[in-house]
Structure formats: structure tokens, C-alpha cells
């Protein structure tokens, strides 16, 4: 048991009797930046001591399957954008393996609070890819329900979802869904994100209450052209020491530290010991957005660097290397990521529109009078253009 | 029926709303032992307990957002904002998150969340505790926005507020705490008057006189001065500014052919604007004067030994009542 651990069972133990009670003891944690990693960029399977990680070939291989569709799916998401079939896309290229491997760490129960950009971890909740499309395509504004797959809609505003996290946490407490079989909550948020002031209210309101909650910071390096060092002059995961919760850093393109880091961390949330701060320590390979060109702010040299650490090709060549997948593997897992790439491709060409009068619909739970007058005078005024082109279509005859 | 202040009221209301549904829960700074700085929560924690009564880290965007959690979790959150000009740092969870959510999910989330906010000045304060921000959440769709102006309404819509699915924003008239009227706590709330209508509380022939909140009591007293002059106001209660009750409005402003709005807020872009012109737009024929407005000056809420002249009273709503007179 580590130190930390035993900090950490101190705290369980004296509030066996009430998860809400604050915390006291200060959380003991190392001072010098020690990155988490069990797949090395080599493909090289390492262990850590705090993170034992039993996998099975099997799992090691769903793992890649899900990395090479979530990276398919996002490409095509590129293409339909340059296409004009999509308004705007936030590509995850970089980040696959911070959200698999996240993704795949959270039970049924739990809950996923994502930005914009978390299109592995919604892939890994079950959530269908084109309703992430429809989102950016302009035919909604997310419009899934949250509770179908326990995956909350997407946040645009930055940091705003991390304090809707910590709030269903602490209902998570109020339902006595805390200790044997309990839930937990996952917020996500990039390096950015952390200097916004609803983080740092989230990760308060967390602490003192002890909520179920585990923050996952995928810290790509870059806040659109603002490199880190513009956002931060300590390391991000050495924040939670001052909220009074464990920071951790992993190889955020590692999917199996990224996996065995969340899953210890959502477990501890799940009995009763209180929030954890996960920084992945990624890289945004492509564009903020593809309303974005990166080679205004930052070097080529500094991707190429990071290509060498590509989440995908770790795991491929670990797996080749172990002898735990054939090559017809990796053909199948292409033939499929195609295929999906390929659905998601026409399936959004051939989105329709919303109906034009839907824009009126759950402003509120019923309609004020004046909505549904806007509505009719609006279906009205719509109603007219049609029949100004009959009458027109009459004269020509 | 009972004798109770305005606070006292709402603070039985709470009661009542907590006791009504166990997902209820009352949140805020300063909430719980002392029972908020205007003792409307006096005593709630001492009966429902921590975890229902909580005490929250002192930060206003926090106490919106985990609300709003709590509320994806099933529960139903009464926050407190301390005073109307700390409501700000939460401006954009309320905007941009609370208003919108049940839209962006398609009606897929319910968000039932009261906001209540003591507001107004009157009360000789510092800085930052006098103001009137309704407008700017009266402009923002998805949100319901309601002001109460007497003990009774305060105990029956704070109900209503709770009992609501969408969330409401709940301005309380802070200088009219310590009113004191009847209140009927044994009535269940049946026979009340939804919150989103207006009441007419005094009938009158010459003048519609529309104002919420602080401006009820001010309004009610004007009439019963103009009525020594021979002039009859009617005096409307909008207790909803949105959605405004305007059939209530309207019908009004058709009978008497004048109408002055009244409110503590900023004229400028006010609640008084949006109903001048709906009136306008509506009771075009029946007007036998422009609507008139009654309100602060476009200035900053001024330092509180100036509030009397900044404030509208009496004699400024009398003088708007002459004006419209006069043409």
C-alpha cells in the first residue's frame, strides 16, 4: 500500500458513517511530475506498482478496435466538414487513447459528463456517432437524452459541465448510491479549462463534500492557439493538492494506464473516498476545429515529436510483438472501421433539416401563450410564401 | 388565517415545499444555522437537515451549476442568492446552462430549479445590494421569472415555484420582508392563483397602474391618494414578468385608455419598455395617452443616502398618473 493509499483508507475509514463529511487530513502526494504509463510509445508493456493491470488479449484487442473506429469515425467528421456537410467538427485525433481508455473504465451506472470533444468516450457509452454529428451539422443541439446512455450532453461552454458533474454527485450521496456497488461521475475538461472559474468551484464543492466524482483532465497542450504554459506554472494534477484531493498524472496516449488510472480512481469514488483529479497528458494532433490552422502558433517539429507517441500504434505493435493478434486482426478492425466510416458518412449526408417551427418546441415544459403565438404567427407568415407560389404557378398557366 | 411578515411567509412556504416532495432541497450561503441573512430559511435545517438544508462554498456560479446537477440527479434545489448584485458570478450558469438545457437535450432534461433573489433597495445598503436585475433574466428564454408583493402571494408562489418543472427566478421584494398581512397557511393551494397571472388589486376606470415586488405597496398607496383627487387607478400585481400576463394587461388598458408601468429597475430597457410596446402594439385604439414609465435613472444604483431620490415613491407616480392626463 502506498502512502497514498493509506491516506486514502484513513479517509474512507472515519467516514464510514457519513460519505458528506469534509475532509481533514491533507492528501500526501509527490512533488515531481511522475507520468503513469503501461504501454510505452514503443509498444512495450511495463507495470506500476499502484496500477496493476490484468488484461486479457481479448480486451486488449477491443480496446484497439474501439481506438481505430473512434479515429475513423473523427476522420470522416473531417471530410464532411471540408464537404460542407458539417458547420464546424472538434477532431479528437491524439486523444483516442485518453478516452478509450477513460471510456472503458466507467460501469453502466456511472455517469459521463463530456465536453465537445469527447466523441471515444460517447462511443464507448453506446451513443450512436451521428447524433455527435447532428450536433455539429446544425440540425440540433445535441438533443440526446442523458440518461439513455448516462453520457450528459455535450458542453460548449468551457468548464461549465464539471460543476453539473459535482452536483450529480453529491445526489449520487443523497440516494445512498455511495460504498458496495455504488456510482460515480466522470467530468471531463481539458487544460484550459482549468483556469475557468467553475472548475475551481467544482473541484471546492467536490472536496468539502466529498463527492463521488473523478475529473479527468485531458491535457492536450494546447487551448486552441494558448499553449499550457499560458493557462498554468504548476503542473495540472499537482492542483488537487491544494482542494485536498489526489492528483494524478498518466500517459494520456496510453489507452491501458489511462484505463487502469480512471478505474482505480472511479472505484475509490464509487466507495465513498471522494474525488480524484486524472491529468492525461495528451496532444491535440489536428486543429482546435477545422475553423482553426495550427501552423500559425505552433512548430511542425513539435506534432512530428508527439506522432512518435501515436496512442494507436502502441497498442498494434504490442499486440504484433506478444503474438496476442494476428494480421487478419488488424484487416478486420480496418474492414469494420471503414464500414462504420462509411454509415456515418452517408447517414449525415442524408440528415434532413429540422422542421422549421421545431425551433419553438422545449423552451419550457409547456408553452407560454405567447411561444405558442410566435409559433402560429411564424407557421403563418411560412404558410404564406407557399401560397404566394401558388398563385404565381396559376398566372403562368 | 395567520399574521405573518413577508419573510416569515416564505419561509413557511419553504416548509411546505419541502414537506411536499423529499427531493426538495434548499441550498445557498449562509442557508442553514443562521437561517440566511433575511432569516427566510430560519430554522429549516434544524428540521430537514444537512443534507437537505446546505450550506454551500461561498460562490454563486457553484451553487447554479451543482444545482443543476442535482436536478439531472432528481432532485428539485430552492437556491438562495444572497443579495441581487452577487447573482452575476452565476450569470452564466443561469444564461447560458439552466435557461438552455431542456432545449439543447431536445426536452429530453427537466431543470426544476428556484433561484430566489431578496431584491430592490430601500434599505439603506451598501453597494451591490439594492439592485433590480429581473430584466436581463426576463430577456433570457427557457426561464420562468416571478416577483412576489405581499405576504400571501409570497406564501402561495414560492410554492408554486417549487412545484414548478422549469426553473424559475424568484425575486423577492427585500425592503417588504417586514410587511406584515393575513396569510391563509391551512388552504392547500388549489384555490390560489397560478403564479404566471396577474392580480388585479385595486379596480379603477382611469388609469391602468402596472407594477411586481417593492412597487406593489408604493402602487397600492398612490391610488388610494389619486382616489382623494378623483382620479380611479387600477392597480395590476404582474407577480409573473415572464411570461407576462398579458391578457390581464391588456383588458385593463382597453377599459381605462392610460397606463403607467412602474418598476425600481432601470427605465431603459426595463421590464416598463417591453410592456409599453406590447401595450402600444395591442391597445392601440384604446390609448388616450402614451404608456408612461416610472423607474431608476440610467445610472448606477447610487450611494444609499441618495436611494429616496433615485427610487420611485408616491409622488413620482402621481406626477407619471398627471402626465398622462395631460395629453
Not at chain 1, 482553426?292 to 504490442?318: F, M, N
Not at chain 2, 397600492?220 to 391618494?225: L, M, N, R
Not at chain 2, 402614451?290 to 444604483?301: H, K, N, Q
Request: hydrophobic share 40%.
Amino acid at each position: 500500500m502506498t502512502v497514498k493509499d493509506a491516506g486514502r483508507a484513513a479517509r474512507a475509514g472515519k467516514r464510514a458513517t457519513d460519505s458528506r463529511a469534509p475532509a481533514r487530513e491533507p492528501e500526501r502526494q509527490a512533488d515531481h511530475a511522475e507520468l503513469i504509463q503501461l504501454l510505452t510509445p514503443e509498444g512495450e508493456r511495463v507495470e506500476h506498482p499502484d496500477y496493476p493491470l490484468e488484461i486479457s488479449a481479448a480486451e486488449v484487442r477491443a480496446l484497439y478496435r474501439d481506438l481505430v473506429i473512434v479515429r475513423r469515425i473523427d476522420f470522416e467528421a473531417i471530410a464532411l466538414q471540408r464537404q460542407g456537410e458539417l458547420g464546424i467538427w472538434a477532431s479528437l485525433l491524439g486523444q483516442e487513447a485518453a478516452q478509450i481508455g477513460s471510456g472503458r473504465a466507467l460501469n453502466p451506472r456511472d455517469m459521463a459528463f463530456p465536453t465537445y470533444r469527447e466523441h471515444g468516450v460517447a462511443w464507448c457509452r453506446g451513443l450512436d456517432p451521428l447524433k455527435l454529428l447532428e450536433l455539429f451539422r446544425g440540425v440540433s443541439h445535441g438533443g440526446w437524452d442523458p440518461t439513455a446512455h448516462n453520457f450528459h450532453l455535450y458542453t460548449i461552454v468551457i468548464g461549465s459541465q464539471t460543476l453539473h458533474a459535482t452536483g450529480y454527485a453529491m445526489g449520487i450521496q443523497r440516494d445512498g448510491a455511495v460504498g458496495d456497488g455504488g456510482e460515480a461521475v466522470i467530468a471531463y475538461f481539458g487544460d484550459g479549462a482549468t483556469s475557468q472559474g467553475d472548475v475551481n468551484e467544482a473541484f471546492i464543492w467536490a472536496s468539502v463534500n466529498n463527492a463521488p466524482i473523478v475529473f479527468f483532465c485531458q491535457n492536450n497542450q494546447w487551448a486552441i492557439s494558448e499553449p499550457l504554459e499560458r493557462q498554468t506554472r504548476t503542473p495540472l494534477y499537482l492542483r488537487a493538492k491544494g482542494f485536498g484531493f489526489p492528483g494524478v498524472r498518466v500517459d494520456g496516449n496510453d489507452v491501458l494506464a489511462c484505463l487502469a488510472v480512471t478505474r482505480k480512481a472511479m472505484q475509490a469514488a464509487r466507495e465513498g473516498q471522494g474525488p480524484t483529479l486524472i491529468e492525461a497528458f495528451t496532444y491535440r494532433m489536428g486543429a482546435h476545429t477545422t475553423t482553426d490552422d495550427p501552423t500559425r502558433y505552433r512548430l511542425s517539429a513539435e506534432l512530428e515529436a508527439w506522432k512518435l507517441k501515436d496512442p494507436i500504434e502502441r497498442v498494434k505493435q504490442y499486440l504484433i510483438r506478444t503474438e496476442q493478434a494476428e494480421m487478419s486482426f488488424f484487416d478486420e478492425v480496418e474492414a469494420e472501421a471503414a464500414a462504420v466510416g462509411s454509415r456515418v458518412r452517408t447517414a449525415c449526408q442524408q440528415m434532413p433539416d429540422p422542421q422549421p417551427v421545431s425551433m419553438f418546441d422545449n423552451v419550457l415544459t409547456a408553452d407560454t401563450a405567447q411561444l405558442a403565438a410566435e409559433r402560429d404567427g411564424f407557421a403563418a407568415y411560412l404558410d404564406s410564401f407557399v401560397a404566394d407560389e401558388a398563385v404565381a404557378a396559376g398566372d403562368g398557366r | 388565517m395567520t399574521t405573518l411578515t413577508l419573510s416569515r411567509a416564505l419561509n413557511e412556504g419553504l416548509r411546505k415545499a419541502l414537506e411536499a416532495n423529499a427531493k426538495a432541497l434548499i441550498m445557498g450561503e449562509d442557508v442553514g444555522k443562521l437561517g440566511g441573512v433575511f432569516r427566510v430559511t430560519d430554522g429549516l435545517q434544524k428540521d430537514f437537515g444537512e443534507a437537505r438544508v446546505i450550506d454551500t462554498p461561498l460562490a454563486e456560479s457553484g451553487i447554479i451549476g451543482t444545482a443543476i446537477g442535482l436536478a439531472l440527479r432528481g432532485y428539485r434545489p430552492i437556491c438562495e442568492i444572497q443579495f441581487d448584485g452577487f447573482i452575476f458570478p452565476a450569470f452564466d450558469q443561469i444564461v447560458s446552462q439552466l435557461a438552455k438545457m431542456r432545449y439543447r437535450s431536445r426536452g429530453a432534461v427537466k431543470l426544476p430549479i428556484v433561484i430566489r433573489v431578496p431584491f430592490g433597495g430601500g434599505i439603506g445598503a451598501v453597494e451591490h445590494h439594492s439592485e433590480s436585475p429581473e430584466a436581463l433574466f426576463a430577456h433570457t428564454p427557457g426561464l420562468r421569472v416571478v416577483s412576489c408583493g405581499d405576504p400571501a402571494d409570497a406564501y402561495t408562489m414560492i410554492q408554486q415555484a417549487a412545484s414548478s418543472d422549469d426553473p424559475v427566478l424568484f425575486f423577492e421584494p427585500k425592503r417588504r420582508y417586514w410587511d406584515k398581512a393575513e396569510v391563509d397557511t391551512e388552504g392547500g393551494l388549489a384555490a390560489a392563483l397560478p403564479m404566471d397571472k396577474a392580480r388585479v388589486l385595486a379596480d379603477g376606470t382611469d388609469v391602468t397602474l402596472l407594477c411586481y415586488g417593492p412597487m406593489v405597496r408604493t402602487c397600492v398607496e398612490a391610488a388610494v391618494a389619486a382616489a382623494g383627487d378623483g382620479k380611479s387607478l387600477e392597480v395590476i400585481d404582474l407577480r409573473s414578468l415572464a411570461p407576462l400576463d398579458t391578457e390581464t394587461i391588456f383588458a385593463s388598458v382597453r377599459k381605462t385608455g392610460r397606463c403607467v408601468v412602474v418598476h425600481e429597475a432601470v427605465v431603459t430597457g426595463g421590464l416598463g419598455a417591453e410592456i409599453a410596446a406590447q401595450v402600444t402594439q395591442e391597445c392601440f385604439y384604446s390609448l388616450e395617452a402614451p404608456v408612461l414609465r416610472v423607474g431608476a435613472y440610467s445610472t448606477p444604483y447610487p450611494p444609499s443616502r441618495l436611494e429616496d431620490h433615485y427610487l420611485p415613491d408616491l409622488d413620482r407616480i402621481l406626477d407619471a398618473v398627471d402626465r398622462s392626463f395631460g395629453y
